[in-house]
Each structure stands twice: as structure tokens, then as C-alpha cells.
């Protein structure tokens, strides 16, 4: 492949060959191990299954078990491994692992970039990599300038004693040589020189100057690229093609059918699209056509209006509320969303003889590597899956069923061609995964100060994990995707009288984990619930979350640094109008007050304050930008987020009917981290689920309304 970087591409082939250089492999979780963690006798390095290696140039190589895409690990993870190795900054260079085991996920035990979870599942495993290293430099150096072990110190990339200095690469060789001691001790906090500081990010400098490797950026002199014509209808299957008149479209090679469609094979984008236009194609509609999105959304509001299976239970929920001093009502729709990526799904695949060479952004590598040997009768080995840059992923790129990568080896398969596969956007919306269509129903009873004493929740909606690998983790039929940051939620846990139930519905619809996964609806229903409740007792909502969560000390932290730093409780510009929402996710607490006015009947939004307590900040820089980036997301979600159906057919096409969030919509962001010392969590999803409900409680001060189905602009016309 001529046009790949080659330091990319073959880093890994090379790591520790080329050059004499020191490699350090490191613990590896039982999930992942595959053999002895040493290397053959006379070898620089220590083993295959290498995470970090150092050059005779002093360059650092760290691989990393994470993608990148777009949320900054590319630099948050090698700080982890630069602190306790002591390299500078300037040395570090970066690479994705290829597939396969020895890069599974610490928890989760397969290889996966997802959960919010990149850092701290990292946090000790790099940071013992890097001490490991250091430790084995250390004595290297100390045999060959001849002096004592404690006498050395490390900086900057160098070993030090006295008036003696050595780098790190030209004792690389013999470092290599040492066996890995049985224990190192990590430097504390006191000395973290990158750890909660600022550094520039790695990946910044190629992104800015069109360096950087996405797959959209693969090209190569025989490479073909294909569009595939799918379905109209969610389900349906070929019955025949006329290719006839594609493969009269200048440029168009070849058609074949494959399982999920009909690919035009061209020489190049334009060739390929219009050649999937021209292309005839007979369907076999299925089931699917009778999905249409009112009459779902009838389905399902009476499914919620009946108990389902129990997520969370205490007492009797009914009597509760019979005895309540006044019961509020309320029923929520969320519609089906779009992960809407901004770099279309696309896979490159080159199949010679019994071998098959893959690059593509993946959140799953690993779970493609063993799709792509299934389609093709391989032996996971002999298939490699090169990992580049995501263009966006929000779980998109994360299929247990590996869709796109298992179509572009299907076509690539049927068609004896060397091909890159491209979704338009069109595509991604019409022929995609989403977030469920999900529907709640609640009874929130109170006492006679106006707070909660007894609550029935149902929610009905299609399960993430049914039809997964995950199903079997699946406790009394509850997907935790669909119920998290309800049944858990400390506004009703403690609560004498609560349910929360769940219907796990079935539909032809592809769903999959999206952006915050089921906080994106549990989130915005606590938050506007409680706001009505706060309202309901005739009290400021700050101070009505205050007295619920004062034994939530992480909620109230969040709350409190935002209601200070928005100036909470202060009048408001005239014009004006604040709300408020509080919420945790992946570990993380996260509060957010959304300042508007109104144009018309809608939100134009101003400024948003967020305040998060996501435990030690490893990067700081890196979490104002996913606090940013979250925002922005769930509040695109609120405003105009929709996939609807009718005959079984997606409304939407592209971004002039799926919005996101333009520049001139967007509000100006203040990210206020807590100084905190508690368990550290996620940052990539944390602070989406605010937005939306801070965004409705900022309407219904402005506007005395309470909006209960998303998206906005639906339920709020445009009038101006």
C-alpha cells in the first residue's frame, strides 16, 4: 500500500528489531494473555506483546490499547507512561495496537475503546510500564558508567549520577537485556511533572497539517472504491438487480451482491455513487414496513403505562402513592437518534491468498479481526487489522456484529478485488445503528413539603445488549443501558416505596450504545422531573436538589461549584432565562446551567457552566474539551436529534434534515474542575446528559412550558 505511512504502518513490525532498542512489555489481564510474557534468548527485546519501546535515537514508541478518536487519549495515555518513565515530552511518539489479545481491555477483556473507561482502566498499567522501564535503564546505566544504583537519578529522557549523563537510547540495548523486576514503586503525586498538568497534544500537529491517517485518507493506485445500495426499508433483503446501467457510469467495474445489499465496485468516490443511483434493485420489504413511528410510539406508551420487569424495587410503589400528599404525573418520548459521526463508516480490505489486510477506524479491532476471519474461513491470524484514526465514533464503531468491516470483506470476498468501502451520509442514516426509541412513565408522589416519598417508573424500549455477547450479563431480563441513571438515581434509591420497571420491546431496528448510552434519556427525565417537582414546592431548583442530595456529597460538590460559578440566585439579564440539571455517568459528576433567550418559540442558547468531579484529572486539558464536546453533543440531541420511520423507511437523509449543532448556535462554555481526590472516572460521555435538561428547564422558566418529547424543534415549532 504505497500511500500509507510506513512508520504507521509497520511500527509494530519493526518495534524492537530495527535498531537494538529496549521493549517492554507489561501486565497483561488473564482475559488477554497469550504465553509467556519473555522473550527468545538473544533478542533485544522482552517480548511480542509490547507495549513501549525506546530507540538508540531516545525516541519513546508507546502503542497504545485505546483508539483515538477525537477524546484525546492519544495523548492522555502516553502521559501516564512518560511520567513514571521521566522521558520528555518531545520524544514520545504514538501508534495503535494491531488486533489481538494482549491489547484486551483490562476490565472488560476484549480489546475496546468505549465506556468512558480509557483512562482509568490505564491508569496503573501504563504508569507500570513506564516505572518498569525507568528502573531497568536505570541499572543498565549504572553498569556501564560504574557507579552505584543509588547513586542515578533519571531526567528528562537521561540517566544521571554526579557529573555522568546517558540517554535512555544508548543503553537501550543492554537495558533489553535485564530481567524485568518483580515490583516497582510509582512515584507519588508530589513529583507528577504531566499528571493534572498541561501538555500539548500529540495528535494536534498532523491533524493540523493533513498528516494524520484517517481511513477516508487511504489511497493506492489499484484500489477500488465501492458503495453499497441497501435496503429502503429497516430488514429488507435482495430479491434481484439490473446492473445494466451502472455499469454504464464511467468508472464502474464491477457489481455483486453481497449479504446486506448490492455494492458498485469504481475507480473511484464519484464513479461509485453515481453508479449506485443508476443501479436497479428489486427488494423483499419483510416485516420491517410496518414500522411507523406514531404507531409505535401508541405501543409503547402502553406498555409503560403497565409495570414491567423489575429494575429497582422497595416497598409498595402503589401504596406509596396512594398515600402521598400529591402525585405528578408525567410520560416521555425520545425518538431514535443517529450517531452521525463526522467521517462517513469506511473500510479498506486487500485479500492475497490465505491473508487478509484490513485498515479502517474501529472501536473494536479485535471483535473485527475475528468477524473478518469468520467471512473469509480464516484463522483470526491471518487476517491484520490496521487501526487509524476515528473521525468521530460516540459507539457508532463499536458493532458486536461488525457491519461495515464484515461488508467490506464480503465485497472484497465476492469480488476478487482490493477495495475501500464508503457509506455516504445518506448511508449512515438511513442504513445504520441507533439509540433506541424509548418511552417512560412516572408517578412521583410528595409529602406535604413538596419531596418525593413514593415512585413507580416504567420505561419501554428496545435493549442494547439482547441479541449481544453482553445478553448473558443481563440480570432478571434488565438491560443496564436502558434503566442506568434511573433505577440507581439518588433522587429515588433511598426512597420507602419505589419501582422502577422495565419492557424490553423487539423491533427490526438495529440498535446499538450511543454518546452517554442510556443517560441521553434517563438523564433528561430525572432532571426536568425533578425541576417540576422543585416547582410544585414552590422552591428555587438549586435548593431543592440541595435538600435531596445533601447526602450525595460528589452531586452536591458538582451542584454547588456550578450555582456559585453561574452566579445562581442572581437576577439574570433581562431577556434571560437559566436551568439547571445535575447528574452522574460513568463515574463522573457532572452539573450544568444553560443560559437562553428566546427567537420566537425557540432556545437561542448563550452560555453554558459546567462544574465536573471526575476524580484526578489526569489530563485537565483533555477534559475542558470532552466537557465542551459533550455539551455541544447533547444539546444538538435536544434541539433536532430524530430518526423516524414510516413503512418501515427513515425520514432523514443527510444534515439538512438530521441537524447538529452549527457554529453560530453554539454558546460560549466555562469548564470549572473540581479539585478532587475521589475515584476517578470517565470524561467522554460524562457531560452529555445534562444538556438536554438544563436546556428544557431554561425553557420553562422562559416560557412556563414543560416539554416533555424530544427533539425540541418538534415539540416547539419555529414561529418567527
Not at 475496546?112 to 510500564?129: K, N, V
Not at 453482553?470 to 442506568?484: L, N, P, Q, R, W
Given at each position: 500500500m504505497s500511500k500509507l505511512s510506513q512508520s504507521r504502518r509497520d511500527f509494530l513490525v519493526k518495534s524492537g528489531i530495527i535498531g537494538g532498542g529496549l521493549m517492554i512489555s507489561f501486565r497483561i489481564p488473564a482475559a488477554g494473555r497469550m504465553g509467556k510474557m519473555t522473550a527468545p534468548a538473544g533478542t533485544p527485546y522482552f517480548a511480542p506483546n509490547a507495549f513501549l519501546r525506546i530507540d538508540p535515537d531516545n525516541s519513546i514508541n508507546m502503542v497504545l490499547t485505546h483508539v483515538e478518536m477525537g477524546q484525546g487519549i492519544w495523548t492522555t495515555l502516553p502521559m501516564l507512561m512518560a511520567e513514571e518513565l521521566d522521558a520528555d515530552w518531545k520524544d514520545i511518539k504514538v501508534t495503535h495496537s494491531p488486533a489481538g489479545n494482549p491489547w484486551n481491555h483490562t476490565i472488560f477483556g476484549i480489546q475496546?475503546?468505549?465506556?468512558?473507561?480509557?483512562?482509568?482502566?490505564?491508569?496503573?498499567?501504563?504508569?507500570?510500564?513506564g516505572a518498569t522501564a525507568r528502573?531497568?535503564?536505570?541499572?543498565?546505566?549504572?553498569?556501564?558508567?560504574?557507579?552505584?544504583?543509588?547513586?542515578?537519578?533519571?531526567?528528562?529522557?537521561?540517566?544521571?549520577?554526579?557529573?555522568?549523563?546517558?540517554?535512555?537510547?544508548?543503553?537501550?540495548?543492554?537495558?533489553?537485556?535485564?530481567?524485568?523486576?518483580?515490583?516497582?514503586?510509582?512515584?507519588?503525586?508530589?513529583?507528577?511533572?504531566?499528571?493534572?498538568?498541561?501538555?500539548?497534544?500529540?495528535?494536534?500537529?498532523?491533524?493540523v497539517n493533513g498528516t494524520a491517517l484517517f481511513g477516508m485518507d487511504i489511497r493506492d493506485e489499484d484500489l477500488l472504491t465501492a458503495m453499497v445500495v441497501h435496503a429502503p426499508v429497516v430488514g429488507g433483503k435482495v430479491k434481484s438487480f439490473d446492473d445494466s446501467k451502472a455499469l454504464m457510469v464511467p468508472g464502474v467495474k464491477q457489481v455483486v451482491k453481497i449479504p446486506t445489499g448490492v455494492a458498485v465496485l469504481a475507480t473511484n468516490y464519484w464513479a461509485a455513487k453515481q453508479g449506485q443511483k443508476a443501479l436497479s434493485v428489486q427488494w423483499i420489504d419483510g416485516a420491517g414496513v410496518a414500522l411507523h413511528t406514531p404507531t409505535q410510539t401508541a405501543k409503547y406508551k402502553k406498555l409503560a403505562a403497565t409495570d414491567g420487569l423489575p429494575a429497582a424495587k422497595k416497598g409498595n410503589a402503589v401504596a406509596g402513592l396512594a398515600k402521598a400528599k400529591r402525585v405528578i404525573e408525567a410520560e416521555y418520548t425520545f425518538p431514535y437518534l443517529a450517531h452521525a459521526a463526522m467521517e462517513p463508516l469506511n473500510c479498506t480490505v486487500k485479500i492475497t491468498?490465505?491473508?487478509?489486510?484490513?485498515?479502517?477506524?474501529?472501536?473494536?479491532?479485535?471483535?473485527?479481526?475475528?468477524?473478518?476471519?469468520?467471512?473469509?474461513?480464516?484463522?483470526?491470524?491471518?487476517?491484520?487489522?490496521?487501526?487509524?484514526?476515528?473521525g468521530g465514533g460516540f459507539g457508532r464503531r463499536a458493532t458486536m456484529q461488525s457491519d461495515f468491516v464484515t461488508e467490506a470483506v464480503n465485497i472484497a470476498k465476492a469480488s476478487g478485488k482490493y477495495i475501500k468501502m464508503v457509506w455516504s451520509r445518506e448511508d449512515d442514516l438511513k442504513a445504520g445503528y441507533y439509540r433506541p426509541f424509548m418511552i417512560h412513565k412516572l408517578k412521583a408522589g410528595v409529602d406535604a413539603k413538596g419531596f418525593p416519598v413514593a415512585w413507580r417508573?416504567?420505561?419501554?424500549?428496545?435493549?442494547?445488549?439482547?441479541?449481544?455477547?453482553?445478553?448473558?450479563?443481563?440480570?432478571?431480563?434488565?438491560?443496564?443501558?436502558?434503566?442506568?441513571?434511573?433505577h440507581n438515581s439518588p433522587y429515588i434509591k433511598e426512597l420507602p416505596d419505589h419501582f422502577v420497571g422495565l419492557h424490553n420491546t423487539k423491533e427490526v431496528v438495529p440498535v446499538l450504545w450511543y454518546r452517554s448510552v442510556g443517560h441521553t434519556h434517563t438523564g433528561y427525565v430525572m432532571e426536568t422531573i425533578i425541576d417540576e417537582l422543585a416547582t410544585a414546592a414552590k422552591m428555587d431548583p438549586v435548593e431543592y436538589r440541595r435538600e435531596l442530595l445533601r447526602h450525595e456529597p460528589r452531586h452536591l460538590a458538582a451542584l454547588n461549584l456550578v450555582a456559585e460559578k453561574s452566579g445562581w440566585g442572581k437576577a439574570a439579564a433581562e431577556g434571560?432565562?437559566?436551568?439547571?440539571?445535575?447528574?452522574?455517568?460513568?463515574?463522573?459528576?457532572?452539573?450544568?446551567?444553560?443560559?437562553?433567550?428566546?427567537v420566537g418559540n425557540l432556545p437561542k442558547i448563550h452560555k453554558v457552566w459546567c462544574a465536573v468531579d471526575c476524580g484526578l484529572a489526569v489530563n485537565p486539558d483533555g477534559v475542558r474539551a470532552q466537557m465542551e464536546s459533550g455539551i455541544i453533543f447533547g444539546l444538538a440531541m435536544a434541539l433536532y436529534g430524530e430518526i423516524s420511520f414510516d413503512k418501515g423507511r427513515v425520514q432523514q437523509n443527510n444534515f439538512y434534515d438530521y441537524k447538529i449543532l452549527r457554529m453560530h448556535e453554539s454558546p460560549e462554555i466555562e469548564v470549572f474542575i473540581a479539585d478532587s481526590n475521589e475515584k476517578m472516572g470517565g470524561a467522554g460521555e460524562c457531560a452529555?446528559?445534562?444538556?438536554?435538561?438544563?436546556?428544557?428547564?431554561?425553557?420553562?422558566?422562559?416560557?412556563?412550558?414543560?416539554?416533555?418529547?424530544?427533539?425540541?424543534?418538534?415539540?416547539?415549532?419555529?414561529?418567527?
Open positions: 475496546i475503546t468505549g465506556g468512558s473507561s480509557s483512562t482509568w482502566s490505564e491508569f496503573d498499567r501504563y504508569r507500570e510500564a528502573m531497568m535503564l536505570v541499572q543498565a546505566a549504572s553498569a556501564k558508567m560504574g557507579v552505584p544504583v543509588d547513586s542515578c537519578s533519571t531526567s528528562n529522557g537521561y540517566v544521571l549520577s554526579g557529573d555522568k549523563k546517558i540517554s535512555y537510547g544508548e543503553i537501550a540495548p543492554e537495558a533489553a537485556l535485564l530481567p524485568k523486576p518483580e515490583k516497582v514503586t510509582l512515584r507519588p503525586s508530589s513529583q507528577w511533572k504531566y499528571i493534572g498538568k498541561g501538555v500539548k497534544r500529540l495528535d494536534a500537529p498532523a491533524k491468498g490465505d491473508a487478509c489486510e484490513i485498515w479502517t477506524g474501529t472501536q473494536l479491532p479485535g471483535i473485527d479481526q475475528q468477524a473478518a476471519a469468520k467471512v473469509l474461513g480464516f484463522k483470526p491470524e491471518q487476517v491484520k487489522v490496521n487501526t487509524v484514526f476515528l417508573h416504567n420505561i419501554a424500549g428496545q435493549s442494547i445488549m439482547m441479541g449481544t455477547p453482553f445478553e448473558g450479563g443481563m440480570k432478571g431480563g434488565i438491560d443496564e443501558a436502558s434503566v442506568e441513571g434511573v434571560r432565562f437559566r436551568g439547571v440539571a445535575v447528574h452522574e455517568a460513568f463515574g463522573s459528576y457532572v452539573a450544568q446551567v444553560v443560559e437562553i433567550s428566546l452529555v446528559p445534562q444538556a438536554a435538561p438544563a436546556l428544557a428547564n431554561a425553557m420553562f422558566a422562559a416560557t412556563g412550558k414543560r416539554i416533555y418529547q424530544l427533539p425540541i424543534i418538534k415539540t416547539i415549532p419555529d414561529k418567527v
